[in-house]
């Protein structure tokens, strides 16, 4: 796996790099600023371009623990890093660097049936340790858990039901 961390501008990097503005790296020592890259060392350069924002992001349920984020293919993207809201945290957590730039989806698991989750996609260029800027957000809830019928009773006319609580918001009884 890959390790990308986001720095204040949005950017990331990855090891020991670090930067805002333009992006220069020289020698053995790396430093990445700004929207372009370039890499100076041996008497080599190479200049990246920053990848577009990713857009058309969509997440719909597959199932009471997955959710599948999908979006559209973004040009010079080298993957994809896809971002998911901790709620108990307050803060963006990535939970996949996706490698591919014809990549487009992301099915995350593992996941508490009945509940909302928001997600964010991002693309990038692995040479330059460079993104694009952040998609829109995206909601989407997994399933609430099948209830299971604990009793039925029949009294003067009427039929009551009981059933075990499960997460989700309310149920549907036929």
């Not at 049936?113 to 330059?128: D, I, L």
């Not at 694009?132 to 009294?155: F, H, I, Q, R």
């Not at 609580?165 to 009884?173: A, H, P």
Request: proline letters at 1%.
């Amino acid at each position: 796996d890959k390790e990308f961390t986001i720095l204040e501008d949005g950017h990331t990097g990855t090891g020991g790099n670090t930067g805002s503005g333009d992006n220069t790296a020289t020698g053995d020592e790396n430093t990445t600023t700004g929207d372009n890259n370039t890499t100076t060392g041996d008497g080599n350069t190479t200049t990246y371009g920053k990848p577009a924002q990713v857009t058309g992001v969509s997440a719909v349920c597959a199932g009471t623990t997955k959710i599948k984020v999908s979006w559209e293919k973004t040009q010079n993207a080298d993957g994809y890093l896809v971002y998911r809201y901790e709620n108990s945290k307050k803060t963006w957590k990535l939970i996949k660097a996706v490698s591919g730039g014809a990549v487009t989806s992301y099915t995350d698991s593992k996941l508490a049936a009945g509940v909302a989750y928001k997600y964010r996609v991002c693309a990038y260029v692995e040479a330059a340790n460079n993104t694009g800027d952040v998609s829109k957000t995206v909601t989407a809830a997994t399933k609430p858990a099948k209830s299971s019928l604990k009793k039925v009773t029949a009294k003067q006319n009427k039929i009551m039901r009981k059933w075990k609580k499960t997460t989700g918001s309310g149920f549907d009884i036929t």
